[in-house]
């Protein structure tokens, strides 16, 4: 079974960059598509970006198109997201998430494996 790991959250002042890490254990993260959401306190958990594992595509959510990133390091199981021009509404619990499953990569229930998050504040 895999398990999953973030790290790299932290408190950032608007405008500055951060990368967060997914790391994966147990089982090849290249057969797994890939996904980051994340939660804001009183709001739902939303989608971020995605990477899918049949041809690598990414998926990035409007309110991050032009800003956010997302690679994949095979060799070291692990994905990035990569957050530039962070705003005070990036705000959140970040969440990594995998799964092999085909279908829509934005909806959460696609997903059956999630990592425990990281902290982003960003101030203002």
């Known amino acids: 079974q895999v398990q999953l790991v973030e790290s790299g959250g932290g408190l950032v002042q608007a405008g500055d960059s951060l990368r967060l890490s997914c790391a994966a254990s147990?089982?090849?993260?290249?057969?797994?598509?890939v996904g980051w959401f994340r939660q804001a306190p009183g709001k739902e958990r939303e989608f971020v970006a995605a990477m899918r594992k049949t041809d690598g595509s990414t998926y990035l959510a409007d309110s991050v198109k032009g800003r956010f990133t997302l690679s994949r390091d095979n060799a070291k199981n692990t994905v990035h997201l990569q957050m530039n021009s962070l705003k005070p509404e990036d705000t959140a619990v970040y969440y990594c998430a995998a799964t092999r499953a085909i279908g829509d990569v934005t909806i959460l229930s696609l997903y059956n494996l999630w990592g425990p998050g990281t902290q982003v504040t960003v101030s203002s």
């Open positions: 147990g089982r090849t993260f290249s057969s797994y598509t």
